[in-house]
């Protein structure tokens, strides 16, 4: 959480200190500091991703599953015990600061997520239920960047109500 809570260059010594562990202790445990980062976007993505991912494979209408994917993105996070924003879209913004295994893991959460969004999308497409004129790749990068967005402004303190306002908005041109 000291990752999500704050920012992903958070010292390893607050880390530890969070943890009531040693950096030797850290460092056997991890090998290091990305793969620390590593196994905490591991578990984040096993948190996170899992919920949205169930949602995208609902065979709910398309129309249902968007407002369901809105709803789960604006939720109160905070009554979760969870921070604002999103780990992996902070991370993702800074990729190319992060060493190997970060980048590797941050690169395939993304694939993953997107992948979920081109099946979505496909089950939408044959079902009559999204456009035709509109391929099923823009649209999954279209969705994850508004979601990004969207979880940006949770960070930056903006209300769940506008954010949402603002995703039913982007997601009518879908």
């Given at each position: 959480?000291?990752?999500?809570?704050?920012?992903?260059?958070?010292?390893?010594?607050?880390?530890?200190?969070?943890?009531?562990?040693?950096?030797?202790?850290?460092?056997?445990?991890?090998?290091?500091?990305?793969?620390?980062?590593?196994?905490?976007?591991s578990v984040y993505g096993e948190i996170v991703s899992t919920r949205r991912s169930e949602i995208l494979a609902s065979e709910q209408p398309f129309s249902e599953v968007l407002e369901a994917l809105i709803t789960?993105?604006?939720?109160?996070?905070?009554?979760?015990?969870?921070?604002?924003?999103?780990?992996?879209?902070?991370?993702?913004?800074?990729?190319?600061?992060?060493?190997?295994?970060?980048?590797?893991?941050?690169?395939?959460?993304?694939?993953?997520?997107?992948?979920?969004?081109?099946?979505?999308?496909?089950?939408?497409?044959?079902?009559?239920?999204?456009?035709?004129?509109?391929?099923?790749?823009?649209?999954?990068?279209?969705?994850?960047?508004?979601?990004?967005?969207?979880?940006?402004?949770?960070?930056?303190?903006?209300?769940?109500?506008?954010?949402?306002?603002?995703?039913?908005?982007?997601?009518?041109?879908?």
């Amino acid at each position: 959480m000291c990752y999500w809570a704050t920012s992903p260059d958070v010292a390893i010594s607050k880390i530890c200190a969070k943890a009531g562990a040693s950096k030797p202790g850290l460092y056997r445990e991890f090998g290091s500091d990305d793969g620390l980062k590593e196994a905490v976007l591991s578990v984040y993505g096993e948190i996170v991703s899992t919920r949205r991912s169930e949602i995208l494979a609902s065979e709910q209408p398309f129309s249902e599953v968007l407002e369901a994917l809105i709803t789960y993105t604006i939720q109160d996070r905070r009554a979760l015990g969870l921070p604002d924003g999103c780990l992996l879209f902070a991370m993702r913004a800074r990729r190319d600061e992060f060493g190997p295994l970060t980048r590797k893991k941050i690169d395939q959460l993304r694939l993953d997520s997107l992948e979920k969004y081109r099946q979505w999308i496909d089950r939408a497409k044959a079902n009559g239920e999204f456009r035709a004129d509109m391929s099923t790749e823009t649209a999954a990068l279209y969705l994850d960047a508004q979601a990004g967005n969207a979880m940006r402004l949770q960070k930056e303190g903006i209300s769940n109500e506008v954010i949402g306002e603002i995703l039913r908005t982007a997601f009518s041109a879908l």
